[in-house]
Structures are given as C-alpha cells and as structure tokens.
C-alpha cells in the first residue's frame, strides 16, 4: 500500500525544484495533493502532471494570502493532514551594503512565511485529529550551527535560524493535539534556483561540483533526493519524530562541505 493514502497534502513551492519533487512523491504515495507557488504557470505545470491536482498562485510572504490559500486548499481537498513549505529566493552576500529590502524579502520569504503557513495549517490539522507541518529549513549554505560553511548569506542565514526555532517552538506546542512539525536540511541539491544562483555569481554548477568534490561524498543532491526525506517525514514511519531537522545531504556534514570552498 502507498505509505501517504488517503492523506491530503498542500505543497507550497510545488512549480519547479524540491517542491515539485515532493509533490509528485507524494502523489505516487497515494495523497492528493495540491499545488502552490509564486509561479502560477509553473504550479499548473505541476498540477496537471498530477492528475489536475487544486492549484494556487501564491506569494508565501503576504500573510493573509497564505491564509486563504491554505484554507481553499483544505476545502478544496476536503481537509489537510500535511504541508511541506519549500519556499526560495534570491539571496545576498553582503552585511554593510544590504538594502533593507532585501532583508525583508529574504526574511519574510523564508522565515515569515514558514510562521504564516504553520499558522493557517494548524486549525485544519487539528480539525483532521492532527497531522503534520515540514519544512526545507537550513540548507548547508544556512546553517551556520552545522559547522559545514561560513555564514556568508547573511538575510538568508537569519531566516533559516528562525525556521528552526518556528518549527521547535511548534512542536513544543502542539504535539499533544497530534500535530508534528519537523524540517528537511538538503545538501547542495542542484534545483534551478541553486544553479541560477551559483551562476549569478559568476560560478557554473559542473566546476562547482568538481571542486567540492571530497566535501559532498554522495555528490550534489537532486530534488527527488530531498523529497524522499520528506515523504519518510511525512508518513508514520515517523511518528514519534517532532521538532527535529533531518539532514538529506549526502555526507556533506561529515565531510565539512563549506570548508572545501576555501
């Protein structure tokens, strides 16, 4: 039996990347699923593949389109009993000449609208008897607590450091009403925002991979990859796991992935 059936999900990034990925895992796995992403072409790609799935534009940084968007997913599924948020956006390198909104958007994006989502999902789930919220959280290039690179992105940094705790604190707070929060931290996983922005800087994905080669053990990461720790999250071979980020990465913490960029 599919190990997600019958379960229904909201994907939030579900136009391109990880989010597309766990969508169509999930999917396979037998939840119906419904799209969102700031790309209403790209969700309606997704959608379609997967049988005409709900599908929304979505913006995960306004506040209160998120809270529509959730609650006519819900309705449109019937009730949710999981949400994967896999939000991405440009990110800056600079501290002294970071424009404020700059900050604001990465923060917002990432930080901000994982809160917002946790937020309009949790009624739901607990109407559904609980459930479970996720996350892509601190990638390798976030982390800072992980000791694999240098914070050098200093909005995203922030914002992935705040997912952490918005999903400790949820756990904390809600797991006696059933619901479980819990985070993705994937390895370099080579998704068109990573290679865009890899390549806005003057850097290609191949010779980037060559070069952090003895750092990433398993090589770069693709996004079915990140989805499969997803789906294990997800599904009730987890469940006595809450608050916790699971590392898809491919050997990078133990291979000190940041410090091969030196």
């Known amino acids: 039996m599919a190990i997600l059936n019958g379960k229904r999900a909201l994907v939030i990034g579900a136009g391109s990347g990880i989010g597309q990925a766990t969508a169509r895992l999930f999917h396979n796995e037998g939840a119906r699923v419904a799209c969102a992403d700031l790309n209403r072409a790209a969700a309606q790609a997704t959608a379609a593949e997967l049988g005409a799935a709900p599908c929304f534009q979505l913006d995960i940084a306004d506040h209160q389109q998120v809270h529509r968007t959730v609650d006519s997913a819900a309705k449109a599924l019937g009730g949710l009993d999981l949400m994967v948020s896999t939000p991405f956006g440009p990110v800056s390198f600079v501290i002294e000449n970071l424009p404020p909104e700059q900050w604001q958007r990465e923060f917002n994006v990432l930080a901000s609208g994982t809160l917002y989502a946790f937020q309009a999902a949790i009624p739901w789930l607990r109407k559904a008897g609980g459930g479970v919220l996720l996350s892509a959280t601190a990638s390798l290039f ?41 985070g993705v931290q994937p390895g370099f996983t080579r998704t068109e925002g990573a290679v865009r922005t890899l390549e806005e800087n003057g850097i290609q994905v191949d010779q980037f991979e060559a070069r952090i080669g003895e750092g990433m053990p398993m090589g770069m990461a693709m996004p079915e990859a990140v989805a499969e720790g997803f789906l294990f999250l997800a599904s ?16 990078s913490y133990a291979g000190r992935f940041g410090r091969m960029l030196y």
């Open 142 to 182: 976030g982390d800072y607590g992980a000791h694999t690179h240098p914070a050098i992105f200093p909005a995203y940094s922030a914002a992935k450091a705040a997912q952490e705790m918005i999903i400790k604190a949820t756990a904390m707070l809600h797991s006696r009403e059933g619901i479980r929060s819990c």
């Open 236 to 251: 009730d071979y987890a469940s006595y796991i809450t608050g916790y980020t699971l590392l898809v990465d491919g050997g």
